[in-house]
């Protein structure tokens, strides 16, 4: 599979599982929702708001852009749940055509950006486009495993699964 398939695939996926895990918490009472149960980010809220923060605010940025933004990594970005969910549909939307805009010998060059401590980065194109959909996979297994600890149902976001019936919502 060549890069534009592969990193295309991995854009349809971070849409099935960003729509299944919002489902997800969707049902979850405010008080659940906000309640600090010992994530990184403490609550599933501020996780996901750093979800936005990471993957839509830098991460996107540093690709389509070529700029790096300067925003905390815990900032609450959206404090109204449903517009925070919004957000995170349409920007895990935006990945597959930013992909598909990139050139072909875009994929074996480097992202050069800013990181968060102001100093220069240079790292290898296509790993650092796997760190962002890895950095979502990550992010929403401690989602997940909040949801079970909260006696919540917690959706299967595998890419098994969304290889057998990737259009399942």
């Avoid at 805009?101 to 050069?112: E, I, M, N, Q, V």
């Amino acid at each position: 599979m060549d890069a534009v398939a592969h990193f295309a695939q991995l854009a349809r996926y971070n849409v099935w599982a960003t729509a299944r895990l919002l489902e997800a918490v969707r049902t979850l009472p405010e008080e659940a929702y906000r309640r600090d149960v010992g994530l990184f980010f403490k609550s599933i809220h501020g996780t996901l708001n750093h979800l936005l923060v990471g993957e839509h605010h830098l991460w996107f940025v540093r690709f389509a852009e070529g700029t790096s933004p300067h925003v905390a990594l815990d900032a609450e970005l959206e404090t109204d749940r449903a517009r925070l969910d919004a957000r995170l549909r349409e920007g895990a939307a935006r990945w597959a055509p930013l992909i598909a805009s990139f050139a072909p010998g875009r994929w074996g060059g480097t992202l050069d950006y800013t990181t968060m401590r102001g100093t220069a980065a240079s790292l290898p194109f296509a790993a650092t486009l796997a760190h962002v959909f890895n950095h979502g996979t990550h992010h929403r297994g401690q989602i997940t495993a909040a949801l079970t600890a909260l006696g919540q149902p917690s959706p299967e976001l595998d890419l098994v699964y969304f290889l057998q019936n990737p259009s399942t919502p």
